[in-house]
Every structure is written in C-alpha cells, then in structure tokens.
C-alpha cells in the first residue's frame, strides 16, 4: 500500500490524467465536513448529495476542496455532483470499471447536445456534449478525510 501511495505522489494530472493532493483538508476541515454532511442517511453506502449547500464553503473555488479543481480548471470551475460513498467491511460492494458521464442540473431545458436524461435520487442528470465531459475532472477524498 505504501509503494502505491508513494507512486501516487509523482503523478501529474496533465501526465498522467490523476494527481495526488496530500492533506488537502487539515483537522479543523475533517471536522467541519462531518458536520456538515451528519444529516445524510447512514444506512446506505452511498448517497447522492443534492442541493449540497452544507458543501459549498468546501466546494466553492475558494474553499478548500473547489481550490483543488479551480487550480486545474480555473476559478470558472463549478462542481456539478456530489456522492458520499461509506464503503466499509459492513457495507460494501462490487462495481466494474465504468465511466460517470452525466451531470446534475437544476430543471431540464432540451438542449441540442445534451441527453439523455434521468433523475436519480431526486436530482435532474443528463449527459452533456463530450467537449464538456473533456474539462471535467473528478475529486475523490481519501479515508481520513483529507
């Protein structure tokens, strides 16, 4: 595990399409995100989060998370979904490699290039035109929080 966390550290998204971002939420934040997402059922081991307002000091270009995208994509940089996966020994489960291509959006407006559509815990996703899906980069938290 450890040769691997150590390979990690020498990716570069623009090389190697991943990048390693080491404690990019320090104690405080780890603590300030539990709070933020403690109302989110426990039961299931994931959980699309909707509106996501708790998130937004974390999400936002400024704040500690959307900082990390914003530094990849610019200050433009907005997140478009947010999913809580608890995977422990208790709740697990398998899942093939797969490509996640849709976006959440706040009401359907048919446009040309975009589609299709579902609804997905509530929230309106489509999968928007392939030079869209190309700017996108996705964050993953590490167990530990940061």
């Known amino acids: 595990m450890l040769a691997t966390v150590c ?4 990716l570069t998204l623009n090389d190697d399409g ?5 404690q990019a939420l320090d104690e ?8 933020a ?14 509106e996501g307002r708790q998130l937004q000091p974390f999400l936002s270009y400024a704040g500690s998370i959307g900082a990390i995208a914003a530094s990849v994509l610019g200050e433009q940089a907005r997140p478009v979904r947010a999913i809580l996966f608890d995977k422990t020994a ?16 706040k ?17 309106i996703q489509v999968e928007p035109p392939f030079e869209i899906l190309e700017r996108m980069v996705t964050l993953r938290g590490a167990p530990g929080c940061g």
Request: proline letters at 5%; charged letters at 25%; one cysteine or more.
């Open 7 to 10: 390979r990690s550290a020498d």
């Open 18 to 22: 991943a990048q390693l971002f080491a």
């Open 28 to 35: 405080a934040a780890c603590g300030r995100l539990d709070t």
């Open 37 to 50: 997402l403690a109302a989110l059922p426990t039961s299931r081991p994931g959980v699309r989060i909707g």
């Open 90 to 105: 208790e709740r697990n489960w398998a899942l093939g490699w797969h490509q996640d291509r849709t976006i959440v959006v």
């Open 107 to 123: 009401e359907r407006v048919d446009t040309e290039g975009y589609g299709p559509w579902t609804v997905k815990s509530g929230l």
